[in-house]
């Protein structure tokens, strides 16, 4: 079964961001397969951002269920485009 840890590594060394696994505290050898994780900080910034707003939005009672018509809100949130049907 596959674990997962976190880890940074710089040059050939690694910190953990999570507890190790144990094999290595008992100093047996493991095999591990690296993935490295390009993170683009736009995007991440952009998806904490919208998550935040998304679970401020949720705890507001009755934010969205004061819109009577949500397809006649949309057409005038939207003035500017034409809906599709």
Do not use: C, F, H
């Amino acid at each position: 079964m596959q674990q997962r840890y976190q880890a940074v590594i710089t040059g050939n060394t690694i910190r953990w961001i999570v507890p190790p696994p144990v094999e290595l505290e008992e100093g047996k050898e493991i095999s591990v397969e690296v993935t490295i994780k390009s993170e683009d900080k736009t995007s991440m910034d952009r998806g904490n951002a919208m998550y935040n707003a998304l679970s401020k939005l949720s705890k507001i009672k009755g934010v969205l269920s004061a819109i009577e018509n949500p397809s006649e809100w949309q057409r005038e949130i939207r003035k500017d485009k034409e809906l599709i049907r």
